[in-house]
Nanobody
Framework: QVQLVESGGGLVQAGSSLVLSCAAS????????MGWFRQAPGKEREFVAA????????EYSGSVADRFAISRDNAKKTSYLQMNRLKPEDTAVYYC????????????????WGQGTQVTVSS
């Protein structure tokens, strides 16, 4: 079993930066890929970024690839999402998740999910 807790969300102005953290507990963390998804009101949950279990591989959605960066610290059992040059359209609840796949981008490939953290970007 894996338990995930996101933190770091908040209200920021457009153009600013924010770092989200995902603290994990469980014996499978070091061998699991970590992903970030987001869901805006009235919209479906969408893929944001993923990182392989070793950190050697990363994947980003086209809308955030030049602004966001995913990383992980297996010793701390924590994944991070560095968000730069935030835009109002980035406003959403952000979720982290774990997967036994190498570098998954589909929500169906993830087994464990956090409760989410709200990110609101004002204009």
């Amino acid at each position: 079993q894996v338990q995930l807790v996101e933190s770091g969300g908040g209200l920021v102005q457009a153009g600013s930066s924010l770092v989200l953290s995902c603290a994990a507990s469980g014996r499978t963390f070091s061998s699991s890929a970590m992903g970030w998804f987001r869901q805006a009101p009235g919209k479906e949950r969408e893929f944001v970024a993923a990182i392989s279990w070793s950190g050697s591989g990363t994947e980003y959605s086209g809308s955030v690839a030049d602004r966001f960066a995913i990383s992980r610290d297996n010793a701390k059992k924590t994944s991070y999402l560095q968000m730069n040059r935030l835009k109002p359209e980035d406003t959403a609840v952000y979720y982290c998740a774990t997967s036994r796949k190498f570098l998954p981008s589909s929500q169906d490939e993830y087994e464990y999910w956090g409760q989410g953290t709200q990110v609101t970007v004002s204009s």
